[in-house]
């Protein structure tokens, strides 16, 4: 299972702009995730170079459970 924090998304991007910055200062790299950068985990899940991964949760996250 891939697990995001918060992406920028179409959705995301009618949201008022002070909660995206409320949003953003909550990953310790202060933004939020971009699309390309969630969906790169799963292309590499759905990769050979990932064939014995499995039962486990990548967190896409920018460091957001981290803290």
């Known amino acids: 299972m891939v697990c995001p924090a918060y992406i920028n998304t179409p959705l995301t991007e009618t ?8 949003l953003a200062s909550l990953h310790p790299i202060n933004r939020m995730g971009e699309v390309d950068e969630f969906s790169a985990a799963i ?3 759905a990769s050979d170079d990932a064939s014995f991964i499995s039962g486990t949760d ?9 803290v």
């Open 43 to 45: 292309l590499f899940l």
């Open 58 to 66: 990548i967190k896409v996250d920018g460091g957001y459970t981290a």
């Open 15 to 22: 949201v008022a702009p002070e909660i995206r910055e409320k």
